[in-house]
């Protein structure tokens, strides 16, 4: 059963921010949020993952509830390569539980 | 850049026919896992292996499918007669060794497999 919810498709303009949803209600205290995406005929890219913290890379940043109970991927300064679909994740940490299980993700069109 | 490398990338054969596929993991991860992706879905998990050590297998993964990672570094996936309900993407990923860090899945760009 899927453990996150993100809406099927997102627009976003150039150059501009983009902001990705995702509902996670029901996360447990050992689960992380993870973020991939994917562009046509490509495996999954590592995006970002946090647990409970704010966190930021060269690729984005990620912002938990404090309640851990939704995130928002932040594209900043979106380009036409961004467009591609997005999975937002719970990971689960301990013996045997590593694997990602990947719902139907965003797809995210940048608008020129 | 030495990431995950998948082979074929491509592959087309007949029904009842059987495939192999390759991936080779990033050099110093011991988890490598494989996973199947249909067109519209996300990736669907089917194993996953630390070290040589086959650790889950999903229900997807009839007794058509084998995999093996005999030295703990490069794996093959096995389909034994084909069906076109097998046509797909195959995906490969690894990672390093959990402990502390919570370390990322690293995927390939898959063998799209088309049963005809």
């Known amino acids: 059963d899927a453990k996150t919810t993100q809406p099927p498709s997102m627009d976003c303009a150039e150059g501009r921010a983009a902001n990705l949803p995702c509902n996670h209600s029901?996360?447990?205290?050992?689960?992380?949020v993870y973020w991939y995406r994917q562009i046509h005929s490509q495996g999954p890219q590592y995006i970002i993952h946090?647990?409970?913290?704010?966190e930021t890379n060269e690729m984005a940043s990620l912002i938990i509830t404090e309640d851990r109970k939704s995130s928002t991927l932040i594209l900043p300064h979106a380009t036409l390569r961004d467009t591609a679909v997005y999975y937002c994740?719970?990971?689960?940490w301990g013996f045997g539980n590593e694997k990602l299980t990947f719902g139907t993700g965003t797809r995210l069109t940048i608008i020129p | 850049d030495t990431g995950v490398s998948q082979d074929p990338r491509h592959k087309i054969t007949k029904r009842g026919q059987n495939v192999t596929f390759r991936c080779d993991p990033i050099?110093?991860?011991?988890?490598l896992y494989w996973y199947r992706q249909t067109l519209g879905q996300g990736p669907e998990f089917l194993t996953y292996?630390?070290?040589?050590?086959?650790?889950?297998k999903s229900r997807l993964l009839s007794d058509r499918f084998s995999a093996e990672r005999p030295k703990g570094s490069f794996s093959t996936l096995e389909i034994q007669r084909t069906e076109q309900g097998d046509s797909a993407m195959y995906l490969c990923?690894?990672?390093?060794?959990?402990?502390?860090?919570?370390?990322?899945?690293?995927f390939g760009n898959g063998t799209r497999l088309t049963v005809t």
């Open positions: 994740i719970v990971r689960a």
């Open positions: 050099s110093e991860h011991n988890r």
């Open positions: 946090g647990l409970k913290n704010n």
């Open positions: 292996f630390q070290n040589e050590a086959q650790l889950e």
């Open positions: 029901t996360i447990s205290g050992n689960e992380y």
């Open positions: 990923a690894s990672s390093s060794d959990p402990g502390l860090e919570n370390s990322p899945l690293h």
